[in-house]
């Protein structure tokens, strides 16, 4: 299983356990589908995590939420 395959089941997994109450649930299940190519599922998890956060929509705050990733990761999302 893939690094995102995991990530998305721990992500899917904390979102259960908080019941979509902290602040990064839906942004870290937007990250984690887009990471396995589930587009449809991370569309539908970014208008709530914009949300619950308006920052996560502003594309200027891209380069400071995605700093500390490694190549691959920027690859990825872009």
Same mark, same amino acid.
């Given at each position: 299983? =893939?690094?995102?395959a995991n990530?998305?089941?721990?992500?899917?997994? =904390?979102?259960?356990?908080?019941?979509?109450?902290?602040?990064?649930?839906?942004? =870290?299940?937007?990250?984690?589908?887009?990471?396995? %190519?589930?587009?449809?599922?991370?569309? %539908?998890?970014?208008?709530?995590?914009? %949300?619950?956060?308006?920052?996560?929509?502003e594309y200027?705050?891209?380069?400071?939420?995605?700093?500390?990733?490694?190549?691959?990761?920027?690859?990825?999302?872009?």
């Amino acid at each position: 299983m =893939s690094g995102y395959a995991n990530a998305v089941r721990e992500f899917e997994a =904390s979102v259960k356990i908080s019941d979509h109450v902290a602040l990064y649930d839906y942004y =870290s299940l937007v990250l984690g589908y887009w990471g396995v %190519e589930k587009t449809r599922q991370a569309l %539908e998890n970014y208008q709530p995590a914009v %949300e619950r956060d308006p920052h996560f929509g502003e594309y200027k705050t891209l380069n400071d939420r995605t700093a500390e990733w490694a190549p691959f990761e920027h690859r990825a999302i872009h």
